[in-house]
Nanobody
Framework: QVQLVESGGGLVQPGGSLRLSCAAS????????MGWYRQAPGKQRELVAT???????NYVDSVKGRFTISRDNAKKTVYLQMNSLKPEDTAVYYC??????????????WGQGTQVTVSS
């Protein structure tokens, strides 16, 4: 079994910062990619940022220059540093990972989500 456990969400004022963490555990052979999605009330889930095994990153335009995705390979953990937060960043943030759980077998996994609220 593979689990992704997120932490770090909360309430922050506009202009503030938060750092989300997501730790993967279980039967993991190798991680292809980890990333973050978010879903605001009444909206579709959208990609926020991804980081692949080669170090390549991808960000949605609305967070470029404000959010940074990084990882600690030894801890199988991915981080999302969020700066200059705006009310429109308010959403449930979900961690996701594409990984090999057995030789030649891979799947996509999701965390349970963590709430980020940006409000004064």
């Amino acid at each position: 079994q593979v689990q992704l456990v997120e932490s770090g969400g909360g309430l922050v004022q506009p202009g503030g910062s938060l750092r989300l963490s997501c730790a993967a555990s279980g039967s993991i052979i190798s991680i292809v990619e980890m990333g973050w999605y978010r879903q605001a009330p009444g909206k579709q889930r959208e990609l926020v940022a991804t980081l692949n095994s080669g170090g390549g990153t991808n960000y949605v335009d609305s967070v470029k220059g404000r959010f940074t995705i990084s990882r600690d390979n030894a801890k199988k953990t991915v981080y999302l540093q969020m700066n200059s937060l705006k009310p429109e960043d308010t959403a449930v943030y979900y961690c996701t990972s594409r990984l090999y759980y057995d030789i030649g077998k891979w799947d996509d996994y999701w965390g349970q989500g963590t709430q980020v609220t940006v409000s004064s």
